[in-house]
């Protein structure tokens, strides 16, 4: 490939990533600025995801005992192990489930071929769906629990890949698209542009990349590719319609509901909306792990930041620099103490990270029940977790259990 070649198809990904990235949150506050709300110690409330399945009893005391308040577990013998520690529990259920391998319930992505994720089917099938209406009813069934959390109610995001995360252009959908009044051919003509656009199969744009990152470059854009926005929004309308079902379900059942969502930053590229979701929420939990260190990362920060330019090619070469800049400038991460390199962000984000999409989350939902979920095994637990409090939590939430999750979580406690 020519030097002129590889030139052309740097500015296409650099560009590009400018462009959906900045449909994410780019009128969010990029400076860490002093908590809003600090509530004090004795008030924020602590959840374990997970328990030790072996000693449900002696593991529900020592967390009782180091200041835990919730238990998200399910099985008759947690539950009762957990009350009888005097917290509260909880059980967590799924979004779409992928009920059997087959390719007519998948999500099919731009190039019509079929595509999995997370352990998802299609968003609209409806036998997906109905699976999960199922689910949900059963779990509402169980005794001594407080609530249910949500999670997985979303399409596919940057993190699982390029082709899953332009999905879902099933007959599903199509027929969803239809019934909703959405314009299913408009959205895969400029989806199916933006995917040519990335991989480097179109004709550079003529405008600079300073202009395109900046917010009336990407409005430009935008006005020239309505069909990009209309996906983004299909998706939105769909995991909302699935979220109000679900709640009148647990709801219905005299029970709180709680969502384990993407963090503000991505959550409008997979079709979450905490907009649409606070009038009938109880918790919400965004999923904010700065520095998980597994392959997949779903809704994992450092991973959802740099899947995309790992898989298309651009890390260790010139457009690497540009590429990253303008996802971390549209993310609203361009001042965290971060080199914005692929291999830098992906080992881990600032705590500040954590601290901003809190903040965020906070904004957005007013006074509903916050409690941000974070990875366990964080070496700056104490920073991490304090950046969530002062940021204006009701409480923090941990993933996963884990044997040693004593020494990982105390320096979160104060």
């Not at 009128?27 to 374990?48: G, L, Q």
């Not at 006005?223 to 709801?251: D, K, N, Q, Y």
């Not at 009938?280 to 999923?287: E, L, R």
């Not at 692929?342 to 705590?351: M, N, Q, W």
């Amino acid at each position: 490939m020519s030097s002129g070649n590889t030139n052309r198809r740097g500015f296409l990904k650099a560009s590009t990533f400018a462009m959906g990235y900045a449909l994410v949150a780019g009128a969010e506050e990029k400076k860490i600025d002093a908590p809003k709300v600090i509530p004090e110690a004795s008030e924020t409330k602590y959840w374990m995801h997970g328990i030790n399945g072996d000693t449900p009893q002696d593991t529900a005391q020592e967390l009782h005992d180091a200041g835990f308040n919730v238990v998200v577990a399910g099985g008759d013998t947690v539950i009762e192990a957990v009350k009888n520690a005097g917290m509260e529990s909880w059980l967590c259920g799924g979004g779409f489930p992928l009920v059997r391998d087959d390719d007519a319930i998948k999500a099919i992505d731009i190039m019509g071929a079929p595509q999995k994720w997370f352990g998802s089917g299609s968003p609209n099938s409806p036998e997906v769906r109905e699976a999960s209406v199922k689910s949900y009813e059963e779990m509402v069934k169980t005794e001594g629990i407080t609530g249910i959390l949500v999670d997985g109610c979303r399409f596919a995001s940057p993190a699982s890949g390029l082709m899953p995360f332009l999905t879902d252009f099933s007959a599903h959908s199509s027929a969803k698209a239809d019934a909703l009044g959405f314009d299913f051919s408009l959205m895969k003509r400029d989806v199916a542009r933006l995917h040519k656009t990335l991989t480097g199969a179109e004709d550079a744009e003529k405008r600079s990349i300073e202009w395109l990152s900046k917010p009336v470059g990407i409005a430009e854009w935008l006005v020239e590719h309505p069909g990009v926005v209309e996906w983004l929004r299909f998706r939105r309308v769909c995991s909302t319609e699935h979220f109000m079902t679900l709640a009148e379900i647990i709801h219905g059942a005299g029970l709180r509901m709680g969502v384990y969502i993407f963090s503000p930053c991505i959550a409008p590229l997979v079709g979450q909306s905490y907009e649409d979701l606070r009038s009938f929420v109880d918790v919400f939990a965004p999923m904010i792990y700065r520095n998980y260190p597994k392959d997949p990362g779903p809704a994992c920060l450092n991973w959802e930041l740099t899947e995309l330019p790992q898989e298309l090619g651009v890390a260790g070469t010139p457009s690497e620099q540009p590429v990253m800049d303008m996802i971390m400038e549209w993310t609203g991460f361009s001042d965290l103490p971060v080199e914005h390199s692929v291999e830098a962000v992906r080992k881990a984000l600032p705590p500040g990270a954590v601290g901003l999409e809190t903040q965020r989350a906070r904004d957005l939902i007013g006074g509903k029940e916050l409690a941000p979920i974070i990875y366990i095994d964080d070496p700056e637990m104490a920073v991490t977790a304090q950046q969530v409090r002062d940021a204006g939590a009701d409480g923090v939430n941990f993933f996963v259990f884990k044997e040693k999750w004593a020494d990982m979580v105390r320096p979160a406690f104060v």
